[in-house]
């Protein structure tokens, strides 16, 4: 089994719905992460959470929300989807500052 | 401004070749500076950190150097394979922000 898994690999929408992107972790990480990449940009971050009780917003967090149901899982939200919301959504984990990260697969989501 | 540039944006070799890829970046304080290895449409995987006293280190085939006075990185792959097609990312670290480059697409070809 993967380290990071993220369900679905793969969806498409349509603009307006509400959809959520899970992933789970079996590294025993504290820090998930949530990122967002579109062709020719570097990753960007959406929320990040340092243990269950800590969420924090990152660079592009309008449009989304997230919740740390446990230590294992970090899920993200879109409440109404819209078409520039397109691109690939990664989960990743750490376990700390000076220490990388561990990246899911990937979710590929695709709103029409 | 908090920045990483990479460059060149796409490289195509031979198999077999050696390449070098390069991270220049703005972010200060200075905490790590890491390189990531993403095949398409998969997530990206660790290749290297380095911390500010650290000048180079090695992975396999993947040599990473760190010029912090410069505050420049390279990450120069050896006997390049066909596996090694990927697109490369450099990711910097500071005290509070983790600043991702836009990363280099290698093409390795037979």
């Known amino acids: 089994d993967a380290d990071v898994t993220q369900t679905p690999r793969n969806r498409i929408t349509k603009t307006g719905k509400r959809i959520m992107l899970e992933c789970s972790q079996t590294?025993?990480?504290?820090?998930m992460y949530w990122y967002r990449q579109d062709p020719g940009l570097g990753l960007q971050l959406i929320y990040y959470s340092f243990d269950v009780k800590d969420i924090n917003k990152g660079e592009i967090s309008d449009g989304y929300s997230v919740s740390r149901q446990a230590q294992a899982k970090f899920s993200l939200s879109l409440e109404s989807a819209i078409p520039n919301q397109t691109a690939l959504y990664f989960c990743?984990?750490?376990?700390?500052?000076?220490?990388?990260?561990?990246f899911g697969s990937g979710t590929r989501l695709t709103v029409v | 401004k908090n920045q990483v540039e990479q460059s060149p944006q796409s490289l195509i070799i031979l198999e077999g070749k050696n390449c070098t890829l390069q991270?220049?970046?703005?972010?200060?304080?200075?905490?790590?500076l890491r390189w990531y290895k993403q095949d398409t449409g998969r997530g990206p995987v660790s290749l290297t950190i380095m911390t500010f006293s650290e000048n180079t280190k090695s992975n396999g085939r993947y040599t990473a150097t760190l010029d912090a006075d410069t505050k420049q990185s390279s990450l120069h792959i050896t006997a390049s394979q066909l596996s090694d097609s990927a697109s490369y990312i450099c990711v910097v670290v500071g005290d509070d922000k983790i600043i991702f480059g836009k990363g280099t697409r290698l093409h390795i070809l037979p």
């Open positions: 990743a984990t750490s376990e700390g500052q000076g220490y990388g990260y561990t």
């Open positions: 991270c220049n970046y703005t972010v200060s304080p200075f905490s790590n």
């Open positions: 590294k025993g990480h504290d820090r």
